[in-house]
């Protein structure tokens, strides 16, 4: 293990060798064998969008390490094609988290569904980052990648994880992948998700033990109450069979993030087809497709970024969150939107006092929480995602500003996993596996001034 800490990593001139260092040992400190942990105490499985996040930093340390990482979450996918948003560690004790293996139950519950009868996942998904992970980890080393056929065996896992999300989860029918869990856009306790939670009669309180506030703050944590909704949408999805065609789905929305994320996906897989000698075009239609659902769908010029829609509803959400300004990264928006998000992210909602981060939610709207998990901290993965997209776009100053916040943060706060914005205080777990990963990625892929830098070569 050590040995791979003592590689060297080509860091871009003038990098902290102190925080790669630091960076490193969070990685190899949270590996396990197959996969990273989030974090050893609040997160001991595997997640799903968290693995690919990881995957994009461990490329730059072990690329076979970045691909096992990716390899060993589509081990556990299913048959109809969903990425369980945790795979669970038979080794870790079944109190640890919750919900743990013994809610999902996925490979009786999930059976019908598609679910493999090892190992243990949960039901639900979290957003689609996966395919772009791969073509990064793909071009990090694309001759060993070949030799390993990498892509060639996640190619039709990844088809068929984005078909599962173009079918079975366009709930709305306007071409957008909804999401039936606030857990499934990762963005757990967001308000964004406040009003349609409301509806969902909660779990009561001794039917469940949460094992979170063992390890994290109950201020920073998300509420009794929500977590009682968390678990009744979950207990009932189950109790359908985890079957999108049978579940009543008493929570549904299109999230902007998630469905960037997909965009995103769909160029990195016609890039991927294209390096297997196959025709690509049938992606870029799709990323095309879906760029106009989003803009029909979620984009508000008015407030000048994205939002969510209700499908119960039908409504647009009003809250202003960070989740709206992640369509940055996709490449083909129309003309004025990239101006526009632009314009919100460095406007009073989202410049932050004490971080250069993105604070999570509007500082000035009326939920804003400085402390509380996605009510306002400023997190990691979305501050990459947008300097990725602000470079998308060549607002390249922007994207070095940004860039340089995550390093400064990642380092300052011991790969935190939040950060309070008003404070600067470090929120959540430390030596969080993200913030470490996206942390080595900005310094070691800084990104090329005046570049577009999209997953397409
Ligand atoms: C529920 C692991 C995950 C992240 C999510 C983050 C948090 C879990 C929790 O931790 O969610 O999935 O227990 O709160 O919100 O984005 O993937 O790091």
Not at 204 to 231: E, K, N, Q, S
């Amino acid at each position: 293990m050590t040995s791979l800490a003592d590689r060297p990593v080509r860091p871009a001139p003038g990098t902290d060798q102190a925080l790669r260092r630091g960076a490193t040992g969070v990685l190899l400190g949270n590996w396990t064998g197959a996969s990273t942990v989030p974090s050893r105490t609040l997160y001991p499985h595997q997640w799903s969008w968290d693995s690919a996040f990881v995957a994009i930093g461990l490329r730059h340390l072990s690329v076979r390490r970045a691909q096992r990482e990716l390899e060993s979450l589509f081990a556990a996918q299913w048959a109809d094609g969903r990425v369980p948003h945790i795979v669970f560690n038979p080794a870790v004790p079944e109190d640890a988290y919750f919900p743990g293996p013994g809610f999902w139950r996925s490979s009786r519950a999930g059976h019908p569904a598609g679910a493999p009868p090892a190992p243990e996942t949960s039901g639900i998904v979290q957003p689609p980052v996966h395919a772009l992970a791969a073509w990064l980890v793909h071009r990090a080393d694309p001759d060993r990648s070949r030799r390993r056929g990498f892509l060639a065996r996640l190619y039709p896992r990844l088809t068929a994880w984005h078909d599962y999300l173009l079918t079975r989860r366009d709930l709305g029918g306007g071409g957008l992948a909804a999401v039936v869990h606030p857990w499934e856009p990762g963005t757990d306790n967001s308000p964004c998700w406040d009003r349609a939670l409301a509806r969902v009669e909660p779990a009561p309180p001794d039917a469940f033990r949460r094992a979170d506030l063992a390890h994290g703050r109950a201020a920073d944590r998300p509420t009794d109450l929500d977590y009682g909704r968390y678990v009744r949408l979950a207990a009932d999805y189950r109790e359908a069979g985890y079957d999108d065609r049978r579940a009543a789905h008493g929570f549904a929305l299109e999230d902007p993030c998630f469905n960037a994320l997909l965009i995103a996906g769909e160029h990195a897989l016609a890039a991927t087809a294209r390096a297997l000698g196959r025709d690509g075009t049938p992606h870029t239609a799709r990323a095309d497709a879906l760029t106009r659902h989003l803009v029909t769908r979620l984009w508000d010029a008015d407030a000048g970024l994205f939002r969510a829609r209700d499908l119960r509803t039908d409504t647009l959400v009003p809250e202003r969150a960070v989740t709206g300004l992640v369509p940055l990264i996709v490449p083909h928006l129309p003309a004025g939107v990239a101006a526009a998000l632009r314009a919100t992210l460095t406007g009073p909602g989202f410049r932050a006092p004490a971080t250069g981060l993105v604070p999570s939610y509007d500082l000035t709207g009326p939920a804003f929480d400085p402390q509380r998990y996605w009510r306002g901290p400023a997190w990691f993965n979305t501050a990459w995602l947008i300097q990725r997209g602000l470079r998308t776009h060549r607002l390249d100053t922007d994207a070095e500003r940004l860039r340089r916040a995550v390093l400064t943060e990642a380092g300052r706060t011991a790969f935190a996993e939040y950060v309070d914005p008003v404070t600067g205080t470090p929120r959540g777990a430390r030596h969080f596996s993200w913030t470490a990963a996206l942390a080595l990625d900005l310094l070691c892929d800084p990104g090329t001034p005046g570049t577009p830098d999209t997953p397409v070569p």
